[in-house]
């Protein structure tokens, strides 16, 4: 189940869904600040309870609570004419 979003451009109409064939990338960076940002990261993951579970560890281990979290999807775009 993917996210859909129509935009007009000049004389076409383009609908954009993400890709569900492509499994959503998920990644976590420690982005905790001592006396230089931490930078640990969990690399790419395909789901979000990965994701909790190394940030779970690396709390654990180093006490740090600070991440940046990005997750990545692939998106088709299906141009169409103007109606
Ligand atoms: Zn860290």
Same mark, same amino acid.
């Given at each position: ?16 869904? @993400?890709?569900?064939? !492509?499994?959503? @990338?998920?990644?976590a960076?420690?982005? @905790? ?9 969990s690399?790419?993951?395909? !789901?979000?309870?990965?994701? @909790?579970?190394?940030? !779970? ?10 991440y940046?979290q ?6 088709? !775009? ?6």
């Amino acid at each position: 189940m993917g996210k859909t979003t129509r935009y007009r451009f000049r004389e076409y109409h383009v609908t954009t869904a @993400t890709d569900p064939m !492509a499994l959503p @990338t998920f990644k976590a960076l420690c982005v @905790t600040s001592e006396e230089r940002n931490c930078a640990a990261s969990s690399g790419e993951m395909h !789901a979000p309870e990965e994701l @909790t579970r190394w940030i !779970a560890g690396h709390c654990a281990q180093t006490g740090h609570q600070s991440y940046e979290q990005t997750m990545r999807t692939v998106v088709r !775009a299906e141009p169409g004419a103007w109606q």
